[in-house]
């Protein structure tokens, strides 16, 4: 009887250290995919007409970007220092007319071929911040993917 009860409990203990085991895996992917951006700038004017989003993979793009935003700033921006062999960047920019100035994007799905992300933009922004972030941008440095990159708003 004593071995019998022994032998339960040992059952028992055994299938819940495996369910521990699942759920940690579970958390780490979901942190892993919260962390897959990292914001390397943001800048409230930038000169943009128009809301899109830009996949930069090259040093070259890169530059080319920063030439355009370069062109009415004296003093411009310094470009970051990207390792595109481990790296790639994705640009947020807003014509700042429908949104604030502060512009954040995030992980929303990770699939085998496509990297959905979200845009957060506080919608409780005073006129004020409207008028005054006139093409703002963000930058963010995620690791490099050949997956196709997707804004929210180009799936609906």
């Not at 943001?42 to 080319?64: C, H, N, P, W």
């Not at 007319?97 to 922004?125: F, G, H, M, Y």
Request: proline share 3%.
């Amino acid at each position: 009887m004593k071995i019998f009860l022994f032998v339960i409990s040992l059952v028992l203990v055994s299938c819940n250290g495996q369910k521990k085991a699942a759920m940690s895996a579970e958390e780490i992917e979901r942190t892993e995919t919260e962390n897959l951006l990292e914001l390397v700038m943001q800048e409230e004017q930038g000169g943009f007409e128009t809301d899109e989003m830009l996949v930069i993979r090259d040093a070259k793009r890169l530059k080319s970007f920063f030439s355009k935003i370069n062109r009415t700033r004296k003093p411009g921006l310094p470009v970051p220092d990207i390792d595109f062999l481990k790296d790639m960047i994705i640009i947020q920019c807003s014509d700042g007319k429908s949104q604030s100035n502060t512009i954040s994007i995030s992980v929303v799905r990770e699939t085998d071929t496509q990297i959905i992300l979200i845009s957060n933009n506080p919608s409780d922004a005073s006129d004020t911040e409207k008028i005054k972030s006139y093409g703002s941008f963000s930058i963010y440095k995620m690791p490099a993917s050949t997956k196709e990159i997707l804004l929210d708003k180009q799936i609906k």
